[in-house]
Nanobody, 122 residues
């Protein structure tokens, strides 16, 4: 069982930057991908970005391309989501999850963290 844990969410001004972290404990070798999703109040959970543990495969939602960047530290079992030029609409609870394939669908991820709140203020 792989258990992801998110951290780094906080209140930030529009235009600012924030870095989220997701550390996975357990048998991470059994899961090839770490994905980030977000859920704003009253909205469905949506895909943000995903990265494979091996290689350089990444995938980003159109809404964050050019602003958000994924990186990983395999030795620490940690994936980072660098968020720049934050917008009000980026406000949400951000979740990370592990899965076997690089996908934008929540159904392809089977271990989820508890989430970390990001609030972007004007």
């Amino acid at each position: 069982q792989v258990q992801p844990v998110e951290s780094g969410g906080e209140l930030v001004q529009a235009g600012g930057s924030l870095r989220l972290s997701c550390t996975a404990s357990g048998r991470t070798c059994s899961r090839k991908v770490m994905g980030w999703f977000r859920q704003a109040p009253g909205k469905e959970r949506e895909f943000v970005a995903a990265i494979g543990w091996i290689g350089s495969s990444t995938n980003y939602a159109d809404s964050v391309k050019g602003r958000f960047t994924l990186s990983r530290d395999n030795a620490k079992n940690t994936v980072y989501l660098q968020m720049n030029k934050l917008k009000l609409e980026d406000t949400a609870v951000y979740y990370c999850a592990t899965g076997p394939v690089l996908s934008a669908s929540t159904s392809h991820y089977d271990s989820w963290g508890q989430g970390t709140q990001v609030i972007v203020s004007s």
